[in-house]
């Protein structure tokens, strides 16, 4: 069957091999399953992805899109009998337009890469994933992926002005606009953005520009506890302070960081704050103050400024080296909860009680600032024992967070890890809406068929 | 029939007294057509609401929500045989949190009055259109409203965090959420927003709010030609400046505010500028110099800086009234395409040589900074052929802006007057994909039906 649209494409777009189609079949959540692919296509045209799309629709083969398969909620991983279609050759960057602010890209195009062609031209792609140096905007689109800056410059969803998309019909269309403002019928690019591959599969992406943002002031806390830290930042709320950057590594993580880069961080602090504002001149004095002071709130046990961007970049990036650093440590389950603010201490402490009872080590990053968390669960590989206490503690620490009026993902998606959360978030009635959306835009259910939301039965209800 | 639901909810609610009910039947766009409605419901809270959709679900009479009847698309017409849902009466703010940066309010709050009750707090609500004494959070939602600091700011979907929806089933549902970022599920708050009440009725809304912006630098510029002023908007955007505002207003508009309330401007600028730029400190003064360069190079005959909030009122004011005080002047037909920055010259220009070939007189208000501009077509009221000239320039202002990368609607919103538009701007496959989600959303087709995309006929296709 497979064979027909190898024909139509050629084998160096359709791989069959059993080794090669084995390297594209799931993303980082390590906890996630995955299933057996017929195929990786590895489109290098919208022509391409289109004839796969009617090809699969034709045979009712489910497709998976997929970028460089960073994801941590298995929204990437193969279905059984799927045909995954990669886009990192699709790797193009068309077009620059500083007048107009924006650039139109391809979606297999690395995040950093757009971010050093845009600054080239003094402008700024802003959203920012701790997967940057590999992750793709196709991907960041489809997962709507935040990152550090967010808590001053918004998400992906912010950023994306117009796609261009095959439809779940095969179509292929061009929703949204290259305008500033614009209401000209639904949201459809809102829509499609976060959706995970299950509404489109997304071949080409205008994105919104900004000007590159004023050299950042640093302020770094030390803190003896996480909840102390936590009330830090609910501090930072509290006084009405912007930061372009607030972030929480803890003690685990740092240690981690020091294995791994040697950089000697974890003899200072139990928890460090990293937090930055770009405002300029007084304004940007002022800020730099009340962040300060609110660290000293949360009974910080050192602060101090800098504005020296080297010694700004080795904490920053102790906060980015701290997830591949923690992935010599063990298994790990990522969490991805975002709560209010005013709330983050008690979730912070919360997340200390639930691995005390679960007998699970937890090690925490978070984009602390606008409330979204990451407490990493760690298990020894093959402990079986350990993996399901860190199962049990994953689950509660979803609960809490929507007891405390938070979201179970605030920026790495649904994907398979996150669906009985999300079901447990929203209920039945917001969750059918949804169904309905899928259905009336993949109506021949192909589209990553199994991911965010449960596969509806030709009948209307959810097996 | 109507008296079940009014035996239901109560005389007072359920409104069917002729005279009444034709004081809500129409928004402010003076060429759309409307019909006749049934009764109108004056809801006084989400029970209310639900009560008549599951009514009129039961009885498939179309309902019609609206808010203040601001709009000027006709979004908010009665079709025959409607009820109208009117939620000027749920007018409470519920919460403002200035921790959590954001405010719970019912639709019929007017938009200013939120606007001051978050002031106090020091937080800002900032979408402005020019019918903000007037206009409702709900209305402005309803049609993703923007206004005039929206080219730094962003429009109201930008602002939009969670809302409570009556959906076309007749469910109460609450969608989106309350922390700062969240990507659980598909993105139908920003699906809701702009979707002019053909997907639900919107019943409660949580906006983000920001701290109050540092008081703005105004910079004033006259012109002698409309064309040279889009020079200077081109300017301004092509030195990467980024203002609070950029709003022209031509001789018509400065004639018709004299005449209205005046103020003296006409005898001396044939068209200005009026820009403003609110970074602190020595930024805010190079962004102003930038500002008054650009100006300078399109050929201004006076550029001035004034950091004198009285007048810099003045001229702000002259740009609010601009709308009222052209009512006097005759029918007027509002037109509301934007177009990229880059073709903002080439766009004025080219509604002149309309105006002249249509022999109609086009008044021009604008957003300008962000390229939507607003050409006012002014018709004596009565005469006919007149106004069958007004519209063939409607229609050809259209298709120049869809000519240039535009879209037919910034603001405003599709409504009925940009029905034809839409359809020529979006092409037949993304009009299926939004008739797909409307039919999904609103199985009963009871919810503003006819409006925005035309109404499908039960086997699919389109009437």
């Not at 920012?128 to 960041?140: E, K, L, M």
């Not at 993580?253 to 704050?273: F, K, R, T």
Request: aromatic share 4%; net charge negative; proline share 5%.
């Amino acid at each position: 069957m497979i064979d027909t649209l190898q024909d139509a494409l050629g084998s160096s777009i359709v791989l069959t091999d059993e080794d090669l189609v084995a390297g594209y079949v799931h993303d980082e959540a390590e906890w996630a399953a995955y299933g057996r692919a017929l195929a990786v296509v590895r489109a290098t045209s919208v022509y391409d992805v289109q004839q796969t799309v009617r090809w699969a629709i034709e045979h009712d083969v489910p497709v998976v899109p997929r970028g460089a398969g960073t994801g941590l909620s298995g929204g990437a991983n193969a279905v059984d009998g799927c045909v995954i279609i990669s886009l990192e050759r699709m790797n193009k960057v068309k077009e620059i337009n500083a007048l107009e602010r924006l650039a139109v890209v391809e979606p297999g195009v690395v995040n950093n890469d757009l971010r050093d062609a845009v600054a080239k031209e003094g402008l700024w792609y802003p959203p920012d994933p701790a997967s940057a140096p590999w992750s793709t905007i196709g991907g960041n689109v489809g997962t709507n992926a935040g990152g550090v800056c967010c808590v001053k410059y918004g998400v992906t969803r912010d950023y994306v002005l117009s796609l261009q998309v095959v439809t779940g019909t095969g179509e292929v269309v061009r929703i949204g606009r290259r305008t500033a403002k614009g209401v000209a019928g639904l949201d459809l690019v809102g829509l499609m953005v976060g959706s995970e591959g299950t509404l489109g599969v997304i071949t080409e992406i205008t994105v919104r520009l900004r000007p590159l943002p004023d050299p950042p002031r640093t302020v770094i806390g030390y803190f003896d506890s996480i909840v102390d830290a936590g009330v830090a930042v609910r501090e930072v709320a509290a006084k009405g302070v912007t930061p372009s950057a607030l972030e929480l590594v803890d003690r685990v993580c740092l240690q981690a960081v020091d294995n791994y880069a040697h950089m000697g961080l974890s003899g200072e602090a139990n928890v460090i704050l990293i937090g930055e504002v770009d405002q300029p001149g007084d304004t940007g004095v002022r800020e730099s103050q009340l962040l300060q002071e609110a660290f000293t709130a949360g009974n910080a046990t050192f602060v101090a400024e800098t504005c020296d961007p080297k010694e700004a970049e080795v904490m920053m990036a102790a906060r980015r080296l701290a997830y591949p650093a923690m992935e010599g440590l063990g298994d790990l389950l990522t969490e991805d909860i975002c709560v209010p603010k005013e709330h983050v201490p008690e979730m912070l402490r919360r997340i200390e009680v639930i691995a005390a009872e679960c007998n699970t080590q937890i090690a925490n990053v978070a984009h602390a600032g606008d409330g979204n968390l990451h407490p990493l669960m760690i298990t020894e590989r093959g402990d079986t024992a350990a993996r399901e206490r860190a199962q049990q503690a994953f689950g509660r620490i979803i609960d809490d967070a929507i007891a405390l009026g938070g979201t179970v993902t605030g920026e790495h998606g649904v994907g398979l890890l996150k669906m009985p959360g999300l079901a447990k978030e929203q209920g039945p009635h917001v969750m059918a809406m949804q169904q309905a959306i899928k259905k009336a835009l993949d109506p021949h259910g192909i589209l990553n068929p199994g991911k965010v939301l449960p596969v509806a039965s030709p009948t209307g209800s959810v097996l």
